[in-house]
Structures are given as structure tokens and as C-alpha cells.
């Protein structure tokens, strides 16, 4: 027992160094380890939590659709009014669906070809477009001309807009340009019912170049007339001596210029 004791004595006071020497030393090993590493004075650390970044929204992906729809856009903004103005070859056919003694045959062509100006201005409110009309049409036998008002849908695809439009309005027949009708004829008066598809392809955001296809259907009618100077016993004076109407239909194929606000 006693031969031992200075042993546990050197054995005890070894412990106590190696103690001592950790503890001077952790601070020192803390101090010198790397940023982020998961080293403590007495140990390591657990790791910290993983934060995962939160997926798209629904209202995220809806802003993200608005806004890549804004880039593909034309860029040309809204349009309050517009205005043009056209010109084109017309067919018609005063009695082409109806014929009731509206014109002499024998002296007035009740069909034919010629050349139709018009001009038309309205406002726009998104795709929908609302206006009045206004067409000439010179034709080698009589004169047409017809006032009313349309509205139309426009689809906006960038520089190109397809569109299509319906109206409705008064026309008016008259300048017989027979030799053997006089000034003094007859003129024949009604409803024109108009429909058009087109297209426009925007120069600018304000200038527009395109063209239309229309048919009209029209119902003319005339009052009797006794002050039509006709050769005696000509058809024609029987003709205009009384009554007569007409179910017409025509169709125009016209250069249009636009200007839009």
C-alpha cells in the first residue's frame, strides 16, 4: 500500500495537467477555426436548418403571363376614334333578288360595273368600333349612293387586325345617264343592309393600309312618275307611269386608308 501511494500521486497530477491544458487551449482552437464551420469550444454544433426557397405563386405566374403578353404586344396602346376613307370596283344589281318595275330595262342597264369612293369615322372602345358611312358609287347607267351606320369587331393580332363589320342606312338611285331618260327621271329611294370582312396592317400606330369585301342587299322603291319625256308608245313610259321597287344586291371590293387616335 505504501510502495504505491507516490504512484497514484504522479498518476493523479498527469490528469490534472492534460485538464488544464484542454482548457486553456479550447478558446484558443475556437478562435482559429474557420467561418461556418460547425466547430464549438467543447465539441461540434448541429447544422443549421436547410431553408428551401418558396415556389411560384399562382398570383407570381399570373403577373409573369401579363407581363410577357405586354412584351409580345404591338405596343400600338388604345384607340378612341378612327377615320378612312376607301375606294373600289362595285357590282350591282338593282333587280337582281326582286324585280317590280324599278327601272326600265329596255332603256336603264339595272346591273352593272363601276367605281365607289367612301369615307366612314367613328370611335373604338377595345375591340368593338361603332360609326357612320358614307358611299358614292358612278355607274355607266344611274348613280347609287347610300348614308348609314355600322359597327364592327376587331381582332388585334400585332401589326395585323382582322375585322368585320355590319351596317345598316338610307340609299338613294337616281342619274339616269340613258340618252332617252331626261334629268327630269325618276329617282328611287330605301334601306341598304351592308356586311364587310377586312383587314388592316397598322404602318404606324396611327396609320393604317388594308382592304375589305362587302355585300349589300338593297330595297328600293319609286313613286310614280308622269314627268319622264319617253318617246309615245315606249315601254319605258308604262314603266315609270306607275309604282315600282326592287330587292337589289351588290358586293365591293375596296382599298382602304385609316387613320386612328
Known amino acids: 500500500m505504501l510502495g504505491s501511494h507516490p504512484i497514484m500521486k504522479y498518476g493523479a497530477g498527469v490528469t490534472c495537467a492534460t485538464f488544464a491544458l484542454l482548457g486553456f487551449s479550447a478558446p484558443a482552437l475556437a478562435a482559429d477555426a474557420p ?84 369615307a366612314g369615322l367613328g370611335m373604338r372602345l377595345l375591340a368593338f368600333t361603332l360609326g357612320a358611312r358614307f358611299r358614292f358609287g358612278n355607274f355607266s347607267s344611274f348613280q347609287l349612293w347610300s348614308l348609314g351606320a355600322e359597327g364592327g369587331m376587331h381582332i388585334p393580332l400585332g401589326r395585323l387586325e382582322p375585322y368585320f363589320t355590319f351596317g345598316a342606312g338610307y340609299a ?68 315609270y307611269a306607275q309604282d315600282g321597287s326592287g330587292i337589289g344586291a351588290g358586293g365591293t371590293l375596296s382599298l382602304v386608308l385609316g387613320l386612328h387616335i
Open 172 to 239: 338613294s338611285l337616281g342619274g339616269f345617264k340613258s340618252g332617252a331618260v331626261s334629268p327630269m327621271s325618276p329617282s328611287a329611294k330605301g334601306l341598304d343592309l351592308r356586311g364587310a370582312v377586312g383587314l388592316d396592317v397598322y404602318l404606324s400606330n396611327t396609320f393604317s393600309i388594308g382592304g375589305s369585301l362587302s355585300g349589300d342587299l338593297l330595297f328600293l322603291s319609286r313613286s310614280a312618275s308622269a314627268a319622264v319625256p319617253l318617246p309615245p308608245g315606249s315601254e319605258g313610259a308604262a314603266v
Open 35 to 118: 467561418a461556418g464551420s460547425n466547430l464549438q469550444a467543447g465539441g461540434l454544433k448541429p447544422p443549421e436548418a436547410v431553408q428551401s426557397e418558396p415556389g411560384p405563386t399562382p398570383a407570381t405566374q399570373t403577373e409573369a403571363a401579363l407581363d410577357r403578353a405586354d412584351k409580345e404586344d404591338s405596343g400600338r396602346g388604345l384607340e378612341f376614334a378612327w377615320l378612312n376613307a376607301e375606294l373600289g370596283p362595285q357590282y350591282v344589281g338593282l333587280q337582281a333578288l326582286k324585280a317590280d318595275n324599278l327601272v326600265d330595262g329596255t332603256l336603264v342597264e339595272s346591273k352593272g360595273m363601276g367605281m365607289t369612293y367612301g
